[in-house]
């Protein structure tokens, strides 16, 4: 058997053995059930002076509140964007130290840096941080459980907005991000990542951030939907929703 087939193998036997251990406890984050009429707005890959100012001016505007999936680079970059967040009552969420591929480190290596990034993130954000979202959504059952053993917990989506694509516009992003959407959808909208992150993702896509994220709250409100950070909509009786989210072709782990 080639060893690329032998890889995805064993990434889908040890899926199955974790599935089959505790099938009530493992998946991810991916939506919210509840009588209420809240979509989750998540943000990946900031705080930036490119990105920030304008998703939170959109967010500002139609009284929507999101959570922001943080990375630690550009948090020692910018920390005073990282306190206009909080202080305009979002969530904060990590996600990591960096933005390389769990599946390409070690389990014991994606557990010390959570640890060390979910510390970090407490102490300049004062206060707790609950949920991470793995780079690119990829992790393994053995990422998932480091995740958990650094006392975090796997944020994916269930809608995205395709703002990582170069080659559309945002007629298409918001037609994307809404064609199913319902209350309790979590939409995904990352940024990018570079070589700060220590991943090369090429050149950030030009895009009118508060255009798209105004526009995608409009379609909201049209349907009779806000926009809500994760922990707003559980505060307004929503029930976690999860779904196993594992990648079985893992890159060869590293130290």
């Not at 009588?35 to 490119?50: K, N």
């Not at 700060?196 to 379609?219: A, F, I, K, N």
Request: hydrophobic share 45%.
């Amino acid at each position: 058997m080639p060893a690329s087939a032998t890889l995805v193998h064993a990434a889908k036997v040890a899926a199955m053995r974790v599935l089959e251990a505790a099938p009530d406890a493992i998946g991810s984050v991916s939506s919210v059930r509840s009588h209420a009429s809240a979509v989750i707005f998540t943000y990946d890959d900031g705080p930036t002076l490119v990105r920030t100012p304008a998703v939170l001016r959109a967010l500002a505007e139609h009284d929507a509140t999101a959570t922001f999936f943080v990375l630690m680079t550009s948090v020692g970059t910018n920390p005073e964007l990282l306190a206009e967040v909080i202080a305009a009552g979002h969530e904060i969420g990590l996600h990591g130290v960096d933005h390389r591929h769990l599946s390409a480190l070690s389990p014991r290596t994606v557990e010390d840096n959570l640890r060390r990034g979910k510390a970090e993130l407490e102490d300049a954000a004062g206060r707790e941080v609950r949920w991470f979202r793995p780079p690119y959504g990829d992790q393994s059952p053995a990422t998932w459980r480091a995740i958990r053993r650094a006392g975090m917990t796997s944020v994916i989506w269930s809608a995205t907005s395709w703002d990582w694509n170069a080659g559309v516009d945002n007629d298409v992003r918001v037609r994307m991000a809404t064609m199913s959407l319902r209350a309790g959808s979590i939409i995904l909208l990352p940024g990018h990542a570079g070589a700060l992150e220590l991943v090369d993702d090429g050149p950030e896509p030009q895009l009118d951030r508060y255009d798209l994220s105004s526009r995608l709250l409009t379609v909201c409100a049209q349907k009779g939907l806000v926009g809500r950070s994760l922990g707003d909509a559980l505060a307004s009786g929503g029930r976690i929703v999860t779904r196993p989210h594992f990648n079985l072709r893992p890159r060869l782990p590293h130290i």
